[in-house]
């Protein structure tokens, strides 16, 4: 008995009796591997944009201020603690230092 490879012709094999041709399948479904294959494809895909999507270097525009700002609240505010007039519910009001001035001289009102 030899261990040797033999490169010999291929014996003689009988031929196969003919089968019945099969009509193909119309709408073949790919085989698992395929479908395993591009779904990795399509998360590695994914996973490379949103890993590099906060490092794509942009340079940011700063947004023109519109309508009110701060400034314009606080002048609105300071004119009506500094002013005498009515309120909308038709109330008088006063400056905020005198109104001071008179609980000092005054006193807060009690509960009897």
């Known amino acids: 008995m030899s261990f040797r490879p033999n490169y010999s012709a291929p014996r003689y094999a009988p031929p196969r009796p003919m089968q019945a041709a099969r009509p ?4 073949a479904e790919p085989p698992l ?21 906060g490092r794509v270097p942009f340079t940011p525009q ?5 309508g009110n700002t701060y400034r314009s609240y606080v002048t609105e505010a300071r004119t009506l603690l500094n002013s005498y007039g009515y309120t909308l ?8 230092d005198r109104a001071m001035d008179l609980i000092v001289e005054r006193g807060l009102p009690v509960r009897r």
Request: net charge positive.
């Open 89 to 96: 519910e038709g109330k008088v009001h006063i400056p905020i």
């Open 62 to 66: 700063p947004a023109p201020v519109t």
């Open 33 to 53: 591997s395929r479908l395993m294959i591009a779904s990795l494809m399509v998360f590695l895909v994914l996973s490379l944009v949103v890993l590099l999507a």
């Open 24 to 27: 193909a399948p119309v709408a």
